[in-house]
């Protein structure tokens, strides 16, 4: 949707160790690394560039600090922490449920008031042991929506700065998998929130392209806005392959969007956004992959750069003319767009809805949607497949596209009206992710056993799972939120 930004980022530098912390300059890591918890947490000073033929390992119960941006919007020399894996360039960052790898901000809180610490205009960098991290307990704790007083530089251009978001920047992974914009060559683009330099493309013929694993992973108050319109989300995948692994990765509390997709190919399972200040889950320029059991809570409170939009917005393509897309001979844009997201449970704030559009093609299976105006909105004349999709009482039933093209069976309004506990996270009920019982909310659609798990039941969560034993539970910031004790 967005285009990058004209921004240069300064480059270069070695990692320099200090007590019990370590510090990464910003450009290129040079080379190989290994992150590990006795380094850790490690202190991302501007972004940090994996390059093409370098691998970044980072073990299990490492955390990775962002700085906040100190200066103004498009100032170079202040730029906000972020890790970007570059084309050809690898990550192996593989948690553990015990030990979840981290990633969040190094902003600090020396008064200890609960507020980043700042001169009114922009916020004070972390600089050595005397300083108070804000999120000074990631394992344990999580920061609240919205911080007890204003942060400092409260407005990015028309937004105001509410809440515990753009704290740093965030993960940015970029390979060779194709995709169907036109911006430097056909099937080449530059991503949003980083400069136009060849370090900053994505995309190719490649799609089983590689470019490492993300697993057990929570990314936590990112997305700064580097440029007006180009903010950096919590995990941005641009032509990204399907030989890399995406699975139980959480983004909490971003200022942007949660997880988007330019493009690319890649498989993912078990992702959870929460209290993003867009569209939970965000998807461009012809991806082609699988999506099963996410888990998308949106925000309840004004912050970030809408308030939490969408949980899901899906666009085939973000091109305005044929000059900007990838057509094949025939002038189809090419590849053409096939989402799949089965097993999803979408806890909205009352307003949002799953917004499929621009080109849109692709199938929803077994979802839960609770506190929408709508389930979903078709708007776009692809074939669109909605199967085993429940919502409740409080939440409208889907909208067909105008042109009868979609495909939508076995759909029910929950007998019982409430499809998830907690739902409107605003009473004394806690949220409970959990279905209430096995085929109260309608019974799971059969899907292909090479492609997808089968659980019994709609939604990402199996039903019956004892309290703490749900998949979100014992690694995401979620499960430490007093929302959620499912």
Wanted: proline residues 5%; negative net charge.
């Amino acid at each position: 949707m967005k285009k990058s930004t004209i921004l240069a980022l300064a480059l270069g530098g070695m990692v320099s160790g200090l007590s019990a912390q370590t510090s990464v300059p910003a450009g290129s890591l040079g080379g190989d690394a290994t992150w590990t918890p006795a380094g850790s947490p490690y202190i991302l000073e501007g972004a940090v560039f994996v390059d093409g033929g370098a691998t970044l390992t980072i073990l299990p119960g490492t955390v990775v600090r962002g700085q906040p941006r100190t200066g103004p919007i498009q100032d170079t020399a202040n730029d906000p922490g972020s890790l970007v894996v570059a084309q050809d360039g690898t990550i192996n960052a593989a948690g553990t449920r015990e030990d979840p790898i981290i990633f969040t901000t190094a902003a600090i809180d020396n008064n200890n008031d609960g507020i980043a610490d700042g001169d009114g205009s922009y916020l004070t960098a972390y600089s050595g042991a005397s300083d108070t991290f804000l999120d000074a307990t990631p394992e344990s704790s999580v920061l609240p929506q919205t911080a007890p007083g204003n942060l400092p530089r409260l407005q990015i251009g028309s937004s105001s700065l509410n809440g515990n978001v753009a704290l740093w920047g965030g993960v940015i992974i970029l390979g060779n998998a194709p995709t169907n914009v036109n911006d430097v060559a056909p099937g080449l683009a530059e991503v949003e929130g980083l400069p136009a330099a060849f370090n900053a493309q994505y995309g190719g013929n490649f799609p089983n392209d590689n470019s490492g694993t993300l697993e057990f992973v929570s990314i936590r108050y990112g997305g700064d806005v580097i440029g007006a319109g180009n903010e950096i989300n919590g995990l941005t995948l641009g032509g990204v392959g399907r030989g890399t692994t995406i699975s139980h990765v959480e983004v909490y509390q971003n200022w942007d969007d949660g997880v988007e997709w330019f493009g690319g190919t890649v498989d993912a399972d078990h992702l959870a956004v929460t209290f993003v200040g867009d569209d939970s889950l965000d998807g461009d320029q012809g991806f082609t992959g699988t999506t099963q059991f996410a888990v998308v809570v949106q925000a309840t409170e004004n912050i970030g750069s809408g308030g939490g939009d969408k949980p899901f917005e899906f666009d085939g393509e973000d091109g305005t003319t044929a000059s900007d897309s990838n057509l094949d001979s025939n002038l189809d844009v090419t590849p053409f767009p096939s989402y799949q997201v089965a097993n999803f449970t979408v806890v909205g704030n009352g307003g949002a809805y799953i917004r499929l559009r621009n080109g849109f093609s692709g199938a929803l299976y077994n979802g839960l949607v609770d506190n929408c105006t709508e389930a979903w909105q078709d708007q776009t004349p692809n074939p669109v497949v909605v199967q085993g999709v429940t919502w409740a009482s409080d939440t409208g039933a889907g909208v067909m596209g105008s042109d009868g093209n979609e495909v939508a069976s076995d759909n029910q309004v929950a007998a019982g009206g409430e499809v998830i506990l907690g739902d409107d996270l605003t009473g004394s009920e806690t949220l409970d992710l959990r279905p209430q019982s096995p085929f109260a909310n309608g019974a799971e659609v059969t899907l292909p056993a090479a492609l997808y798990e089968s659980i019994g039941t709609r939604g990402a969560i199996r039903f019956g799972a004892g309290a703490g034993a749900t998949w979100p539970a014992g690694w995401t910031a979620l499960d430490l939120n007093d929302f959620n004790k499912g």
